[in-house]
C-alpha cells in the first residue's frame, strides 16, 4: 500500500535552517507530482509546494518563495523541502501528499516549531 513517511522536523530558532523529507512507498514514485503541505495551529491545512514527476516543474506558496526548496531523487522514492530563513510563521505541522487516481494521500506529518 502508498506510505508516505516525513522526518526531519523540530525546534529552529528563527533564521535556521532545516531539512524534510519524504521516504514514499507502494507506488510508482517517478510517475507522480509530490506535494508539502502545512497546518499551523489553529488554522487550515495550506500548500506549501508541489514539484512535477521529473522536478522540473515546482510551484511555491508565495510566503515561502526564496526560502524553501521543494527537489526529489527519483532514485530513492523520496522527496525533500530545504527551509531556510525559518519565520515563526512557518511553525506547522508538515505534510507529504500525493494524488493517486483521484484518491488522496498523506503522510503522518511531522512538526516544525519556529519560536517568536
Known amino acids: 500500500q502508498v506510505q508516505l513517511v516525513e522526518a526531519g522536523g523540530g525546534w529552529m530558532q528563527p533564521g535556521g535552517s532545516l531539512r524534510l523529507s519524504c521516504v514514499t512507498s507502494?507506488?510508482?514514485?517517478?510517475?507522480?507530482?509530490m506535494s508539502w503541505y502545512r497546518q499551523p495551529p489553529g488554522k487550515d491545512r495550506e500548500i506549501v509546494a508541489s514539484?512535477?514527476?521529473?522536478?522540473?516543474?515546482?510551484i511555491y506558496k508565495d510566503s515561502v518563495k526564496g526560502r524553501f526548496t521543494i527537489s526529489r531523487d527519483n532514485a530513492k522514492n523520496t522527496m525533500y523541502l530545504q527551509m531556510d530563513s525559518l519565520k515563526f510563521e512557518d511553525t506547522a505541522v508538515y505534510f507529504c501528499?500525493?494524488?493517486?487516481?483521484?484518491?488522496?494521500?498523506w503522510g503522518q506529518g511531522t512538526q516544525v516549531i519556529v519560536p517568536s
Open positions: 514539484i512535477g514527476d521529473n522536478g522540473l516543474s515546482r
Open positions: 501528499y500525493v494524488l493517486i487516481d483521484y484518491k488522496d494521500y
Open positions: 507502494g507506488f510508482s514514485f517517478s510517475d507522480y507530482r
